[in-house]
């Protein structure tokens, strides 16, 4: 697929100009035929592609759906972000995610009606916010839309101009109450907003869950003293377009602002993840397979 990198201040000027780059991702079709198929584009988190993606493509396959894996790191030459998180705006893999919409709505077995898109972590801030109109407007395929946007332990701490202007397709959060690297409390808050204006939008709490609370292949509970977070404390917002500041200090946000926090948990949670993956079939299933 065809795609541009841009930073994140690019980005939010609905700026088009960025570094020219081909990324791949992984179709798969879960049953033989010539039928039109609901899908979902899978975003991933700033570790890249994990053990989780299979699950959820064998889980998501099995429910009838086509699953596309849109891999933003290796065409770029990256491994991971999560200590250089400069390398790539996860605003950026929103173009990613929209350039794997435009190429499954012409493919065969695919219906363009029913292409849902599901970030995890740092790969569901391009998720969320691909509901946003002035997005949409800026950088989304012509004539092509998500079905639904579903977000796995999201960032919600950065206010956007316009994020109160969304799509009326569903928007869903699925997040563990005990995330102590991206805290749920601002998704409360966002969901809240959103539903004050008639967004189609709920969060899904799962007491007890930690960060990738989905991916069996943590062995037991992984705390990592020295890890940063910016998304416990800080509260940032867009002001003015295309400069997020920290909205305690209204300075332009920064990797050495006080606010940002070290020490963070990841822990597989099995009955979590069943619930998950319940909860995520279901709500597609009722959707788009109709």
Known sequence: MQTVTLSTADFLLG?????PVTIAGELRIPKPGTDRLPAVVFVHG???IGFNYGMWAGELNKAGFATFVADSFTGRGITNTMADPAQLSPFAKMNDAFAALAVL???????????AIMGFSNGAVPSLYASMDRFQ??????????AAYIGFYTPCNTAMIDDERVSQKPIRLYHGVADDWVPIGPCRDYVARL???????DVVEYPGAYHLFDNQAIAGTVRNAQAPTEYRKCRFEEKPQGVIINSDTGQAASLNDLCIERGTTMAYNAEATDAARKDVVEFLSNL???
Do not use: E, W
């Not at 407007?137 to 998500?146: D, L, S, T, V, W």
């Not at 539903?195 to 939008?201: C, D, F, S, T």
């Open 288 to 290: 788009l397979n109709k």
């Open 137 to 146: 407007r800026a950088y989304a395929p012509q004539g092509a839309g998500f």
């Open 195 to 201: 539903k004050k204006v008639g967004a189609n939008i």
């Open 15 to 19: 700026k088009k100009d960025g570094k």
């Open 105 to 115: 709505a012409k493919h065969p077995r695919i219906d363009p009606d029913k292409i």
């Open 46 to 48: 700033a570790g890249g």
